[in-house]
């Protein structure tokens, strides 16, 4: 594979991402800069949730609410297995892992699922596309309070800088945005549904943003001195354990509730995914602005392996609905069968020492129709 087609096959944003960590590093903000910097994140964030809440329908939860079982899994996969993954896998390298990159991890498992990516693989699987819908934007609502509790709770005592205060800021930053952007959606909802590529842009834009911030702060404060090629390799394979456990769990757990293949997949693809905007923008609030650009990338990495293990899963899921829907629509075409003559009845063949005989039924009003009693 030549190398242009392997960058094809690579996500465009993580491209970005990697091209916004490569200006930190080179021209990471300092002083007034990192000032202005800190100042633009601050609006973006803010604009990011304002968008969050506009795009939100309040019937999304209410409908999400009335299907509470497939809803229960989901939140129990985000919000309860992934977290206690997140503690099994940790102590088990942490004798190789960065403590920093340990609490990355753990940040990683305590965060909520993504909308627009979860809606996408569930929609190309052919899974129940308003059931990802109603999943996603509950665990994303959900997860403005979950996820800085979950903090509290699993990471205050591991040094990580966060203090309960903090929740402040995530009242300030992300729920007021969020609330104003429910109220506005009435007047502006229209037409920001009409400009989905303009809100899109403002939502990696603000990303972007939040990414050269972090990683101006780290290099600025010599934290990426302490990681190493091999602390890099760790933090993927941990990414990629707690990926392919959730995705079999999840996978397993609905197929034993007994929930349709639909389901399914919603399931599967809803409780296994981690938001990257959300995320950074909440390491952002969570976090001292110096360890910021180490704790996000873990989920930078894991980013790009939900993108690419759901991309195939998504079309595995697709290849076997279109050969489903192929075989009952064999099975429901009639048989072409001539209305005059004898023909061959397929099935009823009889064999005689070296020859074979064919049996044959007559045609006409009583001709042998093979899948007649197939339900």
């Known amino acids: ?12 944003y993580l491209l970005l991402l990697i091209a916004a960590v490569t200006l930190a590093t080179v021209l990471p903000a300092r002083g007034s800069g990192a000032r202005v910097a800190e100042i633009a994140v601050f609006a973006a964030i803010g604009l990011l949730f304002f968008l969050y809440g506009v795009r939100l329908a309040p019937r999304a939860v209410i409908d999400g609410l009335l299907h509470w079982r497939l809803q229960s899994l989901v939140f129990s996969s985000t919000f309860v297995l992934f977290p206690l993954l997140g503690l099994v896998y940790t102590a088990a390298f942490s004798r190789w892992l960065d403590p920093t990159l340990s609490i990355g ?11 627009q990516s979860s809606i996408a693989f569930t929609s190309i699987a052919r899974g129940n596309v308003p059931a990802a819908l109603c999943s996603a934007s509950m665990s994303n609502l959900f997860g403005m309070v979950m996820t800085p509790l979950l903090v509290a709770l699993l990471l205050s005592a591991s040094g990580s800088g966060f203090s309960v205060s903090a929740l402040e800021d995530i009242a300030l930053q992300l729920l007021l945005p969020f609330v104003l952007g429910q109220a506005a959606r009435p007047i502006i909802g229209g037409w920001v549904r009409r400009h989905e590529r303009v809100t899109s842009m403002v939502d990696r834009g603000s990303i972007l943003l939040v990414v050269y911030a972090a990683f ?5 404060a010599g934290v990426w001195q302490q990681i190493d090629l091999l602390s890099l390799a760790l ?10 456990t959730v995705l079999l769990v999840t996978t397993l757990g609905s197929r034993a509730a007994g929930f349709s293949k639909a389901d399914e997949i919603a399931i599967v693809f809803c409780g296994s995914k981690k938001g990257l905007a959300s995320g950074i923008s909440m390491a952002n609030i969570l976090f001292p602005a110096h360890a910021v650009g180490l704790i996000v990338l ?6 790009q392996a939900q993108l690419f293990a759901c991309a195939t899963l998504a079309q595995r899921y697709a290849r076997r609905a279109a050969a489903a829907r ?4 064999a099975l429901a075409r009639p048989a072409a069968v001539p209305t005059t003559g004898r023909v061959v009845a397929a099935g009823y063949l009889a064999t005689t020492g070296n020859q074979r005989r064919t049996a044959t039924v007559p045609t006409g009003p ?3 129709r093979p899948f007649e009693n197939i339900s």
Not at 1 to 12: E, H, N, V, Y
Not at 326 to 329: L, P, R
Request: overall charge neutral.
């Open 1 to 12: 594979m030549s190398f242009f087609r392997l960058l094809a096959r690579i996500d465009r």
């Open 326 to 329: 192929g075989m009952d629509a």
């Open 366 to 368: 009583h001709q042998f």
């Open 105 to 115: 991890i753990m940040f990683v498992c305590v965060l909520p699922s993504t909308v």
């Open 216 to 220: 101006s702060a780290g290099m600025v």
């Open 235 to 244: 933090v993927l394979l941990i990414d990629l354990l707690l990926l392919g």
């Open 298 to 303: 873990p989920l930078m990495l894991f980013h």
